[in-house]
């Protein structure tokens, strides 16, 4: 049974593709209000994590909640989540008014509503001049803008964010950490799944290190870098490499 304290809440959750394991037994315990960061190196099985979180792959084994929700229940869920997906889904042949303007219907924001929450997020991130431009006219950069802007349109207690600064500029970098720090301290739960360590550091209450499709180390990016033994301070991307390298140097502890 989900905890009503943990916003993700995840118990052996595992995929396999034929005879291939993408993700092995994974726990997890998010607690509302939080960020999480997710980290890996590629191939990790990171993504098909947070897909199969947000309902669009089905696990093998395991079970896991959102916000109370079983993920096996996709209509329960997807009403508690927003998603930005590294490649971010949207209609070229619509302008970007247009798409975020669809995604408010589908997701049953009132008209007057949405149109304040679009007009303020365009002009957030310096996209007014360009709404009325087709996306195939947008530049990666553009495209990530109008793919967060989405995910955050409906104000979602869960937020699942892959790669949320890719293509960005550090203006539009910086506006989305902030956006992010924002709706965690309004009770929102964020899980951030980037390659962008600083960005963890800056916002992550909790950090998880995925390898080979396992959990292998967990904890607040504090307590993570106190268990490398460094000459110097350590951080995360020491952190990142011995918990992911069979012969590193460093020692961390394992997560239970």
Do not use: C
Not at 5 to 11: N, S, V
Not at 57 to 79: F, Y
């Amino acid at each position: 049974m989900p905890s009503p304290t943990l916003a993700i809440d995840a118990d052996g959750l595992t995929k396999r593709f034929g005879t291939s394991v993408a993700v092995d037994g994974v726990d997890l315990a998010v607690k509302s209000g939080t960020v999480y960061g997710f980290l890996g190196p590629n191939g990790a099985g990171k993504t098909t994590t947070m897909r199969m979180l947000t309902t669009l792959t089905r696990p093998t084994s395991g079970e896991a909640w959102i916000a109370g929700n079983p993920v096996r229940n996709r209509d329960a869920v997807r009403g508690s989540i927003g998603y930005l997906p590294e490649d971010p889904p949207v209609f070229d042949e619509l302008t970007g008014r247009e798409q975020l303007e669809y995604v408010a219907r589908l997701r049953d924001i009132p008209a007057e509503r949405a149109n304040g929450r679009i007009e303020s997020w365009l002009d957030r991130f310096g996209l007014t001049g360009d709404a009325g431009k087709r996306i195939d006219d947008y530049s990666k950069g553009m495209r990530q803008k109008v793919g967060l802007i989405q995910a955050l349109l409906h104000e979602p207690e869960v937020v699942f964010l892959d790669e949320p600064t890719s293509g960005l500029d550090p203006r539009a970098a910086r506006t989305v950490t902030d956006a992010i720090a924002e709706m965690a301290d309004r009770g929102h739960t964020i899980f951030l799944s980037t390659h962008i360590l600083p960005v963890v550091e800056e916002l992550a209450d909790t950090v998880g290190v995925l390898s080979d499709g396992r959990v292998v180390t967990e904890g607040d990016p504090d307590e993570l870098t106190r268990q490398i033994e460094s000459e110097a301070d350590s951080t995360l991307e020491d952190v990142f490499l011995a918990v992911t390298t069979d012969h590193g140097t460093h020692n961390a502890r394992p997560a239970e």
